[in-house]
């Protein structure tokens, strides 16, 4: 019992940490080719992060659709995307290449950068509760300054949502 509090008591901490207006906590990741990708190499740009639970999942894929279907909106406003889930650079590779998604997609299996935005949570799935990744989105100005938190996402309208508050 100890060791679940003392893991609620670390994400309530990590939670906290993440605020607007506040700089976002870095990150060093590989993505689907392998390569380490930093939060730091994209300074100048404003970068959307979004977490998700699981690759070629329902509501995963149609999320990652529609960034695809807006990248092109994206870097018309100096706007990078960029995902990340604890699936593995394989699990990455197959999901980026059978929806050819042009945006990075980041292998966190170790939960690094997961738990350090706060997102590894208790859920409740028909009555039966487990931890995993709460569908999140975090805008990032290029400064690393964290503009904007939105926690539970609902897939449908939230890329175009995103997208008008980046535009503003």
């Not at 309530?12 to 605020?19: A, F, I, P, S």
Request: charged share 30%; proline share 4%; net charge positive.
């Amino acid at each position: 019992m100890l060791q679940i509090s003392q893991r609620w008591f670390l994400n309530r901490r990590l939670t906290r940490m993440v605020e607007e207006g506040k700089k976002a906590p870095g990150f060093s990741l590989p993505n689907a080719d392998g390569e380490t990708i930093n939060l730091s190499d994209f300074k100048g740009k404003t970068v959307v992060l979004y977490f998700y639970p699981k690759d070629n999942t329902p509501g995963c894929t149609k999320q990652a659709c529609g960034f695809r279907d807006a990248s092109k909106e994206y870097a018309s406003v100096n706007t990078v995307v960029i995902g990340i889930s604890p699936d593995n650079q394989a699990s990455h590779q197959k999901f980026r290449d059978k929806f050819e998604l042009p945006f990075l997609l980041l292998a966190d299996p170790d939960r690094k950068a997961i738990e350090a935005y706060g997102v590894w949570k208790e859920k409740n799935m028909y009555g039966k509760k487990y931890m995993g990744v709460e569908r999140s989105t975090f805008v990032i100005d290029g400064e690393g300054i964290t503009k904007k938190i939105i926690r539970k996402v609902k897939v449908d309208g939230h890329v175009e949502s995103v997208l008008s508050m980046l535009s503003e």
